[in-house]
């Protein structure tokens, strides 16, 4: 009995020390936390690392970083083609010179394009090996005027075909696309006769777009009369306009073509010469032919 009794305080004395509040712990009992709260925390920092890893790898491979600069040179090397040879037929940078237009030029324009015979000085300013802009500079060309008349000659157009009664979308896209692959089948040809009879002159695909449009001025104010005045204001306007684009394109072009002396106004014997000289001529005749075919049928 003596035994017992002895026994039974050690007991409960090792109970109370080892469960009591004051009773410290070396190391923190993770026993009882749930298991998915340190997994999602070590998949957590994980994968910033795993990513970071992963993208200083792609950085650090010299065979990728190669291939990029590889690419990129060739991409670079492929838009400096593209933009020498599209400059060399279609100077895309310099479409900023030939719509740098006003009010006054664009008038004094027109009337030169209606009214040539009077113009004496047709040679184009120059300023430090460079044309001044159009708008300081009567005799220089531009494709506002052209852009203009093009568009201002579609819209005539539809009011001429809407006045018989014969107006339809299709009908004007037609009368449209036809215009517009004319000019182009005009311009090309100068460029091939200009490449066949080897003139060497500073005339550019868009100065010949240029020279090529001012015909539209004659053909709206052809039109205009047509619808005013029946077909004898037609015929009598168109007439006129002709004759003027005529003298407006020979006086123009002769300064681009022909030799200085020829430009001059002396006479000049040669082959080549006399080829330039033709050559000036059938663009300057080919004007009113345009002129009358684009129109004819529009006045009845």
Known sequence: M??????????RLRNSSADGPDASQLFEDT?????GSQTGYRNQQAAPQAGNFAGQALLS??????????????ASQG??????????????SKLKYYFAVDTVYVGKKLGLLVFPYMHENWEVSYQQDTPVAPRF???????????????????VAGLALGTQNR????????????AFVWLVM??????????????????????????????????????????????????LSLLWCCAAIFVFMIRTLRLKLLSEAAAEGRLVRGARNQLRMYLTMSIAA??????????????R
């Open 2 to 11: 003596d035994y017992t009794a002895a026994q039974k305080p050690k007991m």
């Open 61 to 74: 491979d010299p065979m990728s970083n190669l291939a990029m600069a590889y690419g990129s040179s060739l």
């Open 137 to 155: 500079d009567v005799n220089a060309p531009d494709l506002y005027i052209p852009a203009m008349g093009f568009i201002t000659y579609i819209l």
């Open 186 to 235: 005009e311009v090309l040809a100068v460029l091939l006769s200009l490449y066949l009879v080897t003139v060497n002159t500073d005339l550019t695909t868009i100065d010949l777009l240029a020279f090529s449009g001012y015909k539209y001025v004659g053909m709206i104010v052809g039109l205009v009369a047509g619808l005013l005045f029946g077909r004898p204001g037609y015929y």
């Open 79 to 92: 838009r400096e083609m593209v933009d020498k040879n599209l400059d060399r037929f279609i100077p895309i």
């Open 286 to 299: 080919a004007q009113p032919i345009f002129m009358y075919w684009l129109t004819y049928h529009l006045i």
């Open 31 to 35: 026993s009882g936390a749930e298991p």
């Open 167 to 178: 107006f339809t979308p299709e009908l004007l896209g037609v009368q449209a696309s036809s």
